[in-house]
T-cell receptor, first 117, second 111 residues
Framework: ETGVTQSPTHLIKTRGQQVTLRCSSQSGHNTVSWYQQALGQGPQFIFQYYREEENGRGNFPPRFSGLQFPNYSSELNVNALELDDSALYLC????????????????FGPGTRLLVL | KNEVEQSPQNLTAQEGEFITINCSYSVGISALHWLQQHPGGGIVSLFMLSSGKKKHGRLIATINIQEKHSSLHITASHPRDSAVYICAVSFTTGGSEKLVFGKGTKLTVNP
């Protein structure tokens, strides 16, 4: 059973550019959540994907978008990067059966550290 | 809006001490999570609970739904317990799940 992996580990971009971050969920999981953690702060919920559809979104602008693929891996895309987008981006996967209100613990990846200059 | 407050923000202890970190939240939740984050960023999920108490090794988590309060206890603390401990709550609105995190408690255990 493999854990949650993220790529790349580090990334440097300039303002206005676009970035794609990737997350491979743990085997057997169907839900992926993305979080942004600024330095010295707790993580902020960006959005969650469940079985390829967005299932909940935090207070992030539309330039933050995502995808979940049939194998339940996921991408986070950020357009028109701003300096404040510099942060650690974490993804977490879990298993859920939303119809029955059943959710298991989330397992976190190591994160992608993004620096916007 | 669900707010999550943790206390203390920083905690320094001597090896062997019993440690308590507290978490309060403001609205009804479906679950509460305790997470551990080491320098460098990796997060480990310690507990997910919606009622009562859970224990794993030297860690104990409790939750009081009526008082909207949870505690994380570490018995016989060790320097390797030094990390940031984060409380997060999940709640559903309109069928969607949202998570709100506290700012974390930085724990330093000295030998």
């Amino acid at each position: 059973e493999t854990g949650v992996t993220q790529s790349p580990t580090h990334l440097i971009k300039t303002r206005g550019q676009q970035v794609t971050l990737r997350c491979s969920s743990q085997s057997g999981h169907n839900t992926v959540s993305w979080y942004q953690q600024a330095l010295g702060q707790g993580p902020q919920f960006i959005f969650q994907y469940y079985r390829e559809e967005e299932n909940g979104r935090g207070n992030f602008p539309p330039r933050f978008s995502g995808l979940q693929f049939p194998n339940y891996s996921s991408e986070l895309n950020v357009n028109a990067l701003e300096l404040d987008d510099s942060a650690l981006y974490l993804c977490a996967s879990s298993f859920a059966r939303l119809a029955g209100g059943y959710r298991e613990t989330q397992y976190f990846g190591p994160g992608t550290r993004l620096l916007v200059l | 809006k669900n707010e999550v407050e943790q206390s203390p923000q920083n905690l320094t202890a001597q090896e062997g001490e019993f440690i308590t970190i507290n978490c309060s939240y403001s609205v009804g939740i479906s679950a509460l999570h305790w997470l551990q984050q080491h320098p460098g960023g990796g997060i480990v999920s310690l507990f997910m609970l919606s009622s009562g108490k859970k224990k794993h090794g030297r860690l104990i988590a409790t939750i009081n739904i009526q008082e909207k309060h949870s505690s994380l206890h570490i018995t016989a603390s060790h320097p390797r317990d030094s990390a940031v401990y984060i409380c997060a709550v999940s709640f559903t609105t309109g069928g969607s799940e949202k998570l709100v995190f506290g700012k974390g408690t930085k724990l330093t255990v000295n030998p």
